[in-house]
């Protein structure tokens, strides 16, 4: 199992958003090479810059009762649109860690609200798109 079991979170100066009955739908390792070709004899390097990581998030509104209604927990995260965030893909464990072993930080770009019907009863989704801003390192976060 990769980062743990708990549903997704995410923090924004001191203030921690918890994602939960959300699904996660990872983009891990999206590699940035360079490439360089001589103009005298064509020959190329090929150098490997990092990873990138990107995560969208579909949070399950309907399934959030009582006092934490689904418009409550929407007017609880959509204010984090255009802001960079330290993300946790579960609650239970570490932030992805960035250069020099530090939480590596995500943009958050893009909100859609949206719903899918089940039994003719629509039921209300909020998808989160996460970015990486710099290189991430995932490979101290495997269990």
């Known amino acids: 199992m990769i980062f743990g079991s708990g549903s997704a979170k995410f923090t924004y100066s001191g203030s921690t958003v918890l994602l939960?009955?959300?699904n996660l739908r990872p983009n891990w390792c999206q590699r940035s090479y360079t490439d360089n070709e001589s103009i005298y004899d064509h020959y190329k390097t090929i150098v490997f810059e990092g990873d990138y990581n990107d995560f969208w998030v579909d949070v399950n509104l309907h399934q959030y009762v009582g006092p934490s209604s689904p418009s409550i927990k929407f007017d609880e995260?959509?204010?984090?649109l255009f802001q960079y965030v330290v993300f946790y893909p579960h609650s239970d464990s570490a932030a992805i860690s960035g250069s020099g072993n530090t939480p590596a930080i995500f943009f958050i770009d893009d909100m859609k609200h949206s719903y899918y019907t089940e039994d003719y009863v629509a039921k209300d989704m909020l998808s989160i798109h996460f970015k990486s801003i710099s290189y991430t390192n995932i490979s101290g976060s495997l269990i």
């Open 20 to 22: 939960e009955y959300s």
């Open 77 to 80: 995260i959509y204010p984090y």
